[in-house]
């Protein structure tokens, strides 16, 4: 009997003549084609000229568990399972890790057929930094998951990468330029590799501002975020408190850079101010400011009904 597999297979995220060669190939020769949308891998597939042949199989956020099992089922009895997302890298805020999970733990060999990344793209057409980087994938809409998240956008000292719906890019922005202040250099790319592709470079407060008066952005967005500076000189400190234990102390300085923050502050500023007033290490002042930056954001969401 023929050595089934399961073959992780990058697809266009944009232009059809990005698809290569040799995921046609695969796509061609498969017994099974696994699917996030059948209908969009029928077009893909007919646009490479490679027939279906009644090979689809559906797998989706809904599905990936039930079908994974089968589908693993099917690559032990010697069968090719090829594995495809809408568009990019399965498994990359798209369906497929699952799948590749149980076909590992069942034994299945596991190959990929690499292709086009929105994350890559981005990063590579951004000429921010990419030696380190960090992929955040779609923030969360709201609560303290989102702020959570925001805090550690805003204080990563690594380039990062978000991905964001047209409708919530603008709020998306708005919030960026918040924690992270409105300085941060951001890169906003939209429908990468299609006929509307467009890169805007600038500052974050400068990209919120553009969102907001240009009413609802078209297209996928891609957000890649420059990191975070270094933090002021002078003193260094544990980022969650202001001493071991010293949990008054952490209340006040909490308190301070709240205020300045809500007095107009930047972050830096704010961190600056508490540092010299309370005594505290500029480096634990900055953790501080970003914290209270990111709550200052969901109160304000909070009041306007958000």
């Not at 089934?4 to 020769?29: F, H, Q, S, W, Y």
């Not at 594995?83 to 733990?105: E, H, N, T, W, Y």
């Not at 078209?218 to 420059?226: D, T």
Request: glycine share 12%; with cysteine; net charge neutral.
């Amino acid at each position: 009997m023929t050595a089934g597999k399961l073959v992780v297979v990058g697809t266009p995220i944009g232009n059809l003549g990005d698809l290569a060669p040799r995921a046609i190939e695969v796509l061609r020769t498969a017994d099974v084609v696994a699917a996030e949308d059948t209908r969009r891998a029928r077009a893909l597939l007919s646009a490479a000229g490679v027939p279906a042949r009644g090979r689809l199989v559906s797998v989706h956020a809904h599905n990936e568990g039930e079908r994974a099992a089968r589908l693993v089922d099917r690559a032990l009895d010697g069968a090719v399972v090829a594995v495809v997302s809408d568009a990019g890298m399965p498994g990359i805020s798209d369906p497929g890790a699952a799948l590749v999970r149980a076909a590992a733990a069942a034994g299945v060999p596991v190959e990929v057929v690499p292709g086009p990344s929105a994350v890559l793209a981005a990063l590579a057409v951004s000429g921010l930094p990419s030696d380190r980087f960090a992929f955040e994938g779609f923030l969360p809409r709201r609560g303290r998951s989102r702020d959570r998240r925001l805090a550690g956008i805003a204080a990563s000292d690594r380039t990062v990468v978000v991905f964001e719906s047209p409708r919530r890019v603008p709020g998306t922005l708005a919030d960026l330029a918040r924690v992270c202040g409105p300085d941060r250099p951001v890169v906003v790319a939209r429908e990468l590799t299609k006929l509307h592709e467009e890169v805007w470079r600038g500052s974050a407060g400068e990209a919120a501002a553009r969102a907001a008066a240009g009413g609802e952005p078209r297209g996928e967005h891609v957000i890649v975020v420059a990191g975070a500076p270094a933090p002021p000189d002078g003193g260094t400190g544990d980022p969650a408190v202001v001493a071991a234990g010293d949990s008054a102390g952490a209340e006040a300085l909490e308190a301070r850079v709240r205020a300045e923050l809500e007095a107009g502050a930047s972050v830096r500023d704010a961190a600056r101010a508490a540092s010299a007033e309370l005594g505290v290490g500029r480096r634990t002042a900055y953790q501080a400011a970003l914290r209270a930056a990111s709550g200052t954001a969901a109160g304000d969401a909070e009041r306007d009904g958000a």
